[in-house]
């Protein structure tokens, strides 16, 4: 009897760490996430954010060929860029394509499209190559208040 109470209460102990380990866990989602990440596949689509998250945009380029993404649109009463934008290659070969990573982040509630061309970064009259965009929503972070 006595040995069946000693395993209960080791039970008990280990069940109290995984629900802290599970609380510890998952605080990060009950918060909200601080970072939405998007790449060109999601272009097209609608993302609901919260004032005072981050969007991080991944777009692939490739800056040996003299393009870049430019004329970068939209409102600056919601979003605004978050610092400069980072470029990584894919590997170290001449000529790779890379990625381009924007930051941009919620300042206020609304509705705005967040478009993007990919171009010629001398010539922003010539034709685009690609187009990315996004409709943001904004909403007011309850969590604040």
């Known amino acids: 009897m006595k040995l069946q109470l000693i395993n209960f209460e080791l039970k008990l102990r280990d069940m109290k760490k995984l629900f802290i380990l599970l609380i510890i866990t998952t605080m990060p989602v009950l918060y909200g996430c601080k970072e939405i990440k998007v790449t060109f596949a999601e272009s097209g689509s609608t993302i609901d954010m919260i004032v005072g998250q981050t969007l991080k945009v991944e777009l692939p380029a490739n800056a040996s060929s003299g393009n870049t993404w430019r004329k ?3 409102n600056d ?3 605004v860029k978050s610092g400069k934008p980072n470029y990584m290659l894919a590997d170290d070969r001449i000529g ?3 990625v381009y ?4 982040k919620t ?5 705005t499209k967040l478009i993007m061309e990919y171009g010629n970064k001398y010539d922003d009259d010539k034709k685009a190559l690609k187009t990315f965009e996004i409709t943001l929503i904004v909403h007011e972070n309850k969590n604040s208040k």
């Open 72 to 74: 970068i649109m939209y």
């Open 77 to 79: 009463s919601i979003i």
């Open 96 to 98: 790779s394509p890379g």
């Open 101 to 104: 990573y924007y930051r941009f």
């Open 107 to 111: 300042i206020g509630q609304g509705k």
